[in-house]
């Protein structure tokens, strides 16, 4: 039997990346990049396209999407220039300022859009739910509600749900899982603020590196510093 | 007390504009319009631009977004140039070819991001149920399930929900419910394929001349042909 088509929603960060690792166990891969105004964009694309090229998707397979609206919109330290991007406070269970309002719904639409038209029948998602930053978007309640939109809102022969394989991980047992797997996590960047070096400080910093210190393993990537999280 | 702010969707069709004139009786309004490739974009466009001007919408609460995605995307005939937009068939319960997959979701997730931003209360659909082309994507039960999404998925003091006042109206109803609150219906436009004259034989034609020849009222607008569907 042949392998049924996943959609993979790929940030170039490592959690995504280790979820293509997994989607691609048991599929084929279509991969998804959105870019939204985010800082990093040009580094992200990069890794998206280093990703696609690792796990070989043909390029009529990888679609690259930029919206504009949610710059413009505004309200979160990842899009606005006039917000700086704070530094971690990994012990808060505020919802940070890099929070991009209902970001997810507007990456799962495309998702869900293209999977429709491709016949795909799982769209896969790199959120993490309990180690993460607290973004709303980022639950497992929000994505069996998200769920139930697609079945009221697609054709009735369409049948394709959203995997969310690595929700309950810790980020430790994620980047173990990438290693497992055999996951290109050099090829991944997931700095909120730099592109050349990451700066080590901003909140996707401080839970990867803690990820990486936790699991006891040295991360790749270069880091403008690197503190202690553990 | 001051009014609630509500963000309505206006694609610049009777639908929409309607749904304007019933949120302005209780609320401030918020106008968003999107392009999303359809064929009849730039005039769908001036009518976003008119309706605003008649309901007395400041520039700021007014927002256009573009997005390519659903165009590149395609499975759609609004949205495909390969494409023809079929003539009307108001009698077979298939989904038409200008179905657009998972559209509604794309625009009420701009439409949530804003309104969190502009801590809007409401947000205003002139979805229509039964009286309609039959999309999946414009069912009571599909707005429910948004709804959930929106609890879900944004900050939690954020309260908002996705309100549909003409859901369950037929298209005779939504013309009488326009004359009775004097809804602009002159400035509106609703054929899927042309911008000087509406072809009167689209499925979006169809519905409305139907609506109005129901209604037992002459369209303002006009038309190449005005074929008789009642």
């Not at 800082?39 to 397979?61: C, H, N, S, W, Y």
């Given at each position: 039997m042949s392998k049924t088509l996943a959609v993979v929603l790929v940030s170039g960060g490592m959690d995504s990346c280790v979820t293509a690792a997994i989607a691609a166990r048991h599929h084929e891969l279509a991969l998804l990049h959105v870019n939204y105004g985010q800082k990093t964009e040009t580094?992200?694309?990069r890794a998206f396209g280093q990703i696609g090229d690792f796990f070989g998707v043909p390029i009529p397979r990888r679609l690259v999407c930029s919206i504009d609206h949610l710059r413009t919109i505004g309200g979160s330290s990842l899009t606005d220039p006039?917000?700086?991007?704070?530094n971690a406070n990994l012990t808060t269970s505020e919802i940070p300022t890099s929070y991009v309002p209902f970001r997810n719904a507007h990456l799962l639409s495309i998702a869900v859009s293209w999977a429709e038209v491709l016949r795909a029948k799982h769209i896969f998602i790199g959120?993490?739910?309990?180690d993460s930053s607290g973004y709303p978007d980022c639950r497992i309640g929000y994505?069996?509600?998200?769920?139930?939109?697609?079945?009221q809102g697609t054709r009735p022969e369409t049948t394709l749900?959203?995997?969310?394989?690595?929700?309950?991980l810790r980020k430790q047992d994620i980047v173990r899982k990438g290693l497992e797997l055999g996951a290109p996590l050099e090829l991944t960047w997931s700095c909120y603020r730099r592109e050349a070096k990451a700066c080590g400080t901003c909140d996707s910093c401080a839970l990867r590196l803690r990820g990486f210190q936790e699991a006891g393993i040295e991360d790749p990537l270069p880091y403008i510093e690197r503190p202690s999280y553990v």
């Amino acid at each position: 039997m042949s392998k049924t088509l996943a959609v993979v929603l790929v940030s170039g960060g490592m959690d995504s990346c280790v979820t293509a690792a997994i989607a691609a166990r048991h599929h084929e891969l279509a991969l998804l990049h959105v870019n939204y105004g985010q800082k990093t964009e040009t580094r992200e694309l990069r890794a998206f396209g280093q990703i696609g090229d690792f796990f070989g998707v043909p390029i009529p397979r990888r679609l690259v999407c930029s919206i504009d609206h949610l710059r413009t919109i505004g309200g979160s330290s990842l899009t606005d220039p006039q917000l700086a991007v704070s530094n971690a406070n990994l012990t808060t269970s505020e919802i940070p300022t890099s929070y991009v309002p209902f970001r997810n719904a507007h990456l799962l639409s495309i998702a869900v859009s293209w999977a429709e038209v491709l016949r795909a029948k799982h769209i896969f998602i790199g959120a993490v739910e309990e180690d993460s930053s607290g973004y709303p978007d980022c639950r497992i309640g929000y994505f069996s509600a998200f769920n139930e939109v697609i079945r009221q809102g697609t054709r009735p022969e369409t049948t394709l749900a959203v995997e969310t394989p690595i929700i309950h991980l810790r980020k430790q047992d994620i980047v173990r899982k990438g290693l497992e797997l055999g996951a290109p996590l050099e090829l991944t960047w997931s700095c909120y603020r730099r592109e050349a070096k990451a700066c080590g400080t901003c909140d996707s910093c401080a839970l990867r590196l803690r990820g990486f210190q936790e699991a006891g393993i040295e991360d790749p990537l270069p880091y403008i510093e690197r503190p202690s999280y553990v």
